[in-house]
T-cell receptor, first 110, second 113 residues
């Protein structure tokens, strides 16, 4: 069964304390992996798309990486405004379905 | 600005009523989606459409209906058959070829009163 699992469920960091969020997946064929940021009461905001193992994308304090089994979202020297829920999703080759993880709630303390 | 517009932002439904959530996109995307988001459960797919006049059920389609008469529009009706409709509803769209990232609207809150 195709599955996407994000960990940890929640993470509290001090401002400036770097860390990584994990998205592991078991799918029949990966067509793309997506990262989103979601603020409370808002729709998910697109961050990155990754297509093949070894690929990396960066945007400000965020860097996404992809292996054959998982993706990491690295956050470097985070600020309180980086607090949000981060969602991972995969698009599956077989039926073009998009499967979402349950997200990681990130809270950055000033 | 290009994007996806959902309306209304907040909607209240009485027991036994049908309500319709609007979703319009000007991204020229062929595919459109409706998701439901509940606390701690992530996003669950209700319906999706890859072309005008055609749509498929997602994982939780019971109690919902959709139409796709225009490429830009994909309204969702929450019927009285949906027993637990209180949730945050998200509309999304993507192209069906190439780098088909999925983009989301701002969401609609539906509450049963």
């Amino acid at each position: 069964e195709d599955q996407v699992t994000q960990s940890p469920e929640a993470l509290r960091l001090q401002e400036g304390e770097s860390s990584s969020l994990n998205c592991s997946y078991t799918v029949s064929g990966l067509r793309g992996l997506f990262w989103y940021r979601q603020d409370p009461g808002k729709g998910p905001e697109f961050l990155f798309t990754l297509y093949s193992a070894g690929e990396e994308k960066e945007k400000e304090r965020l860097k996404a990486t992809l292996t054959k089994k998982e993706s990491f979202l690295h956050i470097t020297a985070p600020k309180p405004e980086d607090s949000a829920t981060y969602l991972c999703a995969v698009r599956v080759n077989r039926d073009d379905k998009i499967i979402f993880g349950k997200g990681t709630r990130l809270h950055i303390l000033p | 600005d290009g994007g996806i517009t959902q309306s209304p932002k907040y909607l209240f439904r009485k027991e036994g009523q049908n309500v319709t959530l609007s979703c319009e996109q000007n991204l020229n995307h062929d595919a459109m989606y409706w998701y439901r988001q509940d606390p701690g459960q992530g996003l669950r797919l209700i319906y999706y459409s890859q072309i005008v006049n055609d749509f498929q059920k997602g994982d939780i389609a019971e109690g919902y209906s959709v139409s796709r008469e225009k490429k830009e529009s994909f309204p969702l009706t929450v019927t009285s058959a949906q027993k637990n409709p209180t949730a945050f509803y998200l509309c999304a769209s993507s192209s069906v070829t190439g780098r088909n990232t999925i983009y989301f609207g701002e969401g609609s809150w539906l509450t049963v009163v």
